[in-house]
């Protein structure tokens, strides 16, 4: 587990981080967002050991950040926003550099590298030299030695940003993978990236933290109300009768679709499991069927756009 | 250590700085010394030895200008900061390496001995003494290099630096000599890496020279140490 407390770092006497403070679970995914110049980089930096906070600390795992740098650089991953690549290595030997440096013991360095080389799909440039690279697979090659030796966390310093769209999703599913073994930080200023794989996110904007939870479609309500849409097949008056007898605190708004035989009902209330089983209870036993319930998809990227301007 | 050591040993003889250092010190080395040999006709090598110091200011820059200014520049310093290896033994094993390189160099020169012990009868005396002060000398020349290294990301602003100073440190001897400047009383002589080859050329192991040069090497060495963990942790 990853526990960040009152993270600050400042340059020249002005901070670029303040007071950051978020937790961490084993085997999440967590989203580090903001516009540029927010202070992503600096807290990864902070979390990697490449420069020390002010004040504050983190525990990784109950190592402190400060304390035992030592220790915890052997239990990290990091991936800064230019991969940081020897130009002159080939990708072979380059794995083989960092897996020695990591201090991976001499015995396991031979099958950590060639299971990562794997893992990053890369086995087809491993003879290759890293300068003659396309920028895809020097981004791989860069990830690659981050997750070299399963580090318990992997921080990741905008992974996609200009890659194309089938890059974006190679590296996706890296990293989706990589999240059974490590804990993973990534920065990110793409919406579309939090969307695809994050569990929780930190949005954070002038160095603080404006916004952290566990990313699902209702914790970014700021009304505390859960929206669902569902499609039933049932006689309108019928569903009214149910969903207006079930619960005081259910709002809801019945529409047909159009050829007839079902209806789509947009359903809001408080945010709670019971209300929603409830009411699908009494939906079966009214005998209309549930065909579909989904989430009604609010615009992820307006609500965090509005978390973003607020100040 | 021992990783980032063979790091950059193997990235001297990738990269075309072995292959161009080693043989320019040979040759010019060797021509200076086989042109005092045949002119002079003393089997001697103090004249080289003082070519090779003279050599290595312009030399030993070249050697050392990417050590740090690479990493700085690819942005692999931060990947080696995120690695579980301290600042010193990240700096030891560049400085090592470095040196290894002068040790290849000079070893390659010993070749010199082959036509003083084929035609003449020297004394090996100031020979190997000659050899331990330029030896000291190159790993002051490389530690003055490793600090500059760590200045700049840019390679060739390095390597001016690191002349720039070298040339500083060999020639200020003569800066007291100048009238005008009579009035700093420093002791240019013995500040000067020049004065301290002398007593090695003649066969002389000098304490203060071995204090002097070690000195020098270790402090171009921690402030090379000071400028990344401020970098760091500053």
């Known amino acids: ?311 | 250590m021992l990783n980032i050591y063979r790091k950059e040993l193997f990235n001297y003889f990738w990269s075309p700085i072995a292959y161009i250092v080693i043989p320019v010190f040979l040759f010019i080395s060797g021509y200076f010394f086989s042109f005092s040999l045949y002119y002079l006709k003393v089997a001697t090598m103090s004249n080289a030895f003082h070519n090779m110091a003279i050599l290595l200011l312009l030399l030993a820059p070249v050697i050392t200008m990417r050590l740090l200014s690479e990493e700085q520049k690819s942005g692999t310093l931060e990947l080696l900061f995120s690695m579980p290896v301290s600042i010193g033994n990240m700096l030891l094993g560049k400085f090592l390496s470095a040196v290894t390189l002068l040790g290849i160099m000079l070893l390659g020169s010993l070749i010199f001995l082959i036509p003083l012990i084929t035609f003449g009868d020297p004394d090996f005396g100031p020979i190997w003494t000659g050899y331990l002060g330029i030896f000291l000398i190159g790993t002051c020349y490389i530690s003055v290099g490793l600090f500059v290294s760590s200045l700049t990301e840019n390679q060739i602003v390095a390597a001016l630096g690191t002349t720039a100073i070298l040339i500083l440190l060999w020639f200020i001897r003569y800066i007291g000599s100048f009238e005008a400047l009579q009035f700093i009383n420093l002791p240019f002589e013995f500040i000067s890496i020049s004065t301290h080859q002398g007593d090695f050329v003649r066969g002389l192991i000098n304490f203060s020279s071995i204090v002097y040069l070690l000195s020098l090497t270790g402090l171009f060495y921690g402030l090379a140490w000071l400028r990344l963990h401020i970098r760091r942790y500053g």
């Open chain 1, 1 to 311: 587990m990853l526990s960040v407390k009152n993270l600050t770092k400042k340059i020249d006497g002005r901070p670029i981080v303040e007071n950051i403070s978020f937790d961490l679970e084993n085997g999440e995914i967590l989203g580090f967002v903001g516009p540029n110049g927010a202070g992503k980089t600096t807290t990864l930096r902070m979390l990697a050991c490449c420069t020390a906070p002010h004040s504050g600390t983190a525990q990784l795992n109950g190592l402190d950040l400060v304390r035992d740098d030592l220790e915890i650089r052997k239990r990290i991953g990091y991936l800064p926003e230019v991969p940081p690549l020897y130009e002159y290595m080939k990708v072979r030997s380059y794995l083989t550099t960092i897996a020695r440096l990591k201090g991976i013991p001499k015995i396991e360095q031979k099958m950590a590298v060639e299971r990562t080389i794997e893992r990053c799909y890369i086995g087809d440039m491993a003879k290759r030299e890293i300068g003659k690279l396309s920028k895809g697979y020097r981004q791989r090659v860069g990830l690659a030695q981050a997750i070299l030796g399963d580090p318990e966390l992997l921080l990741l310093d905008e992974p996609t940003s200009s890659l194309d769209p089938g890059q974006i999703s190679e590296m996706r599913d890296i990293i989706r993978e990589a999240s059974g073994k490590s804990m993973v930080i990534f920065s990110t200023h793409i919406l579309q990236e939090i969307q695809h794989l994050c569990d929780r996110i930190v949005l954070i904007k002038n160095g603080k933290v404006r916004y952290q939870g566990r990313l699902d479609q209702y914790s970014l309500a700021d009304d505390g109300r859960r929206s669902l849409v569902l499609k039933l097949k049932g006689k309108t008056q019928a569903i009214e009768t149910v969903l207006s007898t079930h619960s005081s605190d259910l709002n809801f708004d019945i529409k047909p679709v159009k050829n007839g035989e079902s209806v789509k009902v947009s359903l809001n209330f408080s945010d709670s499991d019971e209300i929603q089983t409830g009411l699908l209870k009494d939906l079966l036993h009214a005998n209309i069927p549930v065909l579909e319930v989904a989430p009604l998809a609010k615009d992820l990227e307006q609500t965090i756009l509005q978390y973003m301007r607020s100040e």
